[in-house]
């Protein structure tokens, strides 16, 4: 019997918290049924998880959610991007189409085919990213109905060196960059940000990568829904590409509890 992973997990936190640790891009695994439109052989497909996955990213999000003074919820994605990428947009305005990732990617980290040429991404946008969408909005509601706010700290990480697919990747590669939007992440919480992960070393702002994950219901539109992007750089706490966590990981989510009490106060 083949075991269908699930697509994601909706993880409870306390009632009055008004944070969500959402954390999209943390896993490698591909239903079977995916997996056959993928054009990589079993080795090249190992190596493009290493590269596309951040890695260990859903344990630094579990630590965290454990050590903080008031838990956290969590949103975690259990599939990998590889089989749509949630936090695209679905159409035309999302810039990495130009490179083959939009919501369904078509070309790897190194622009090379993933999928065949033509393929329709329609069939995984709706079996997959739309649910996710929709679940993922239903969380935030719930958070403002018990709190009257939320706030989604996204969870990511990157490599030291920029991989071909990276549009902006001749900026900054600082231990943490902070990826922010102008109408949803206020001064406060940026700021925030910046004295919890001053342990980890020095924090950037939107450089290699930029922008907040918000669901499109609430897009530009509730100010009671703030973001902010948390890019943590992969050698500060584990083994490239794809290898072991290390101790940084335990550092990193002592920092993230930080952030996620001093925006729950």
């Known amino acids: 019997m083949t075991v269908v992973p699930p697509a994601f997990d909706h993880l409870p936190g306390d009632p009055g918290s008004p944070v969500i640790l959402h954390v999209p891009h943390s896993s490698r695994e591909i239903p079977a049924d995916v997996r056959s439109g993928i054009v ?105 109905a018990a709190t009257g706010r939320a706030v989604i700290i996204d969870v990511h990480s990157y490599p030291t060196d920029p991989l071909p697919y990276e549009l902006h990747g001749d900026g900054p590669r600082p231990p943490v960059c902070l990826g922010t939007d102008e109408f949803h992440t206020p001064p406060e919480l940026l700021a925030a940000a910046r004295e919890a992960f001053a342990p980890c070393g020095e924090t950037g702002l939107d450089s290699p990568f930029a922008g907040t994950y918000v669901p499109l219901e609430f897009y530009g539109t509730d100010a009671r829904v703030s973001a902010l992007m948390v890019e943590i750089r992969r050698d500060t706490y584990m083994t490239e590409p794809g290898g072991p966590a290390g101790p940084g990981l335990t550092r990193l989510a002592g920092a993230l509890a930080a952030l996620v009490d001093a925006v729950a106060r």
Do not use: C, K
């Not at 290493?50 to 890695?55: V, Y």
């Not at 949103?75 to 083959?100: H, I, T």
């Not at 085919?113 to 997959?128: A, F, M, N, Q, V």
């Open 40 to 144: 990589l052989d079993e080795a090249a497909l190992s190596r493009e998880l290493d590269h596309i996955t951040d890695s260990h990213t859903a344990s630094i999000a579990e630590a965290a959610a454990a050590a903080a003074g008031v838990t956290p919820w969590r949103f975690v994605n259990g599939l990998s991007r590889l089989v749509v990428d949630p936090e695209r947009f679905p159409d035309d305005r999302e810039e990495m189409l130009a490179v083959g990732m939009g919501a369904v990617y078509t070309r790897t980290t190194h622009r090379e085919p993933l999928r065949p040429t033509g393929t329709d991404p329609e069939p995984l946008i709706e079996r997959y990213f739309r649910p996710y969408a929709q679940a993922m909005t239903e969380a935030v509601a719930g958070r403002l």
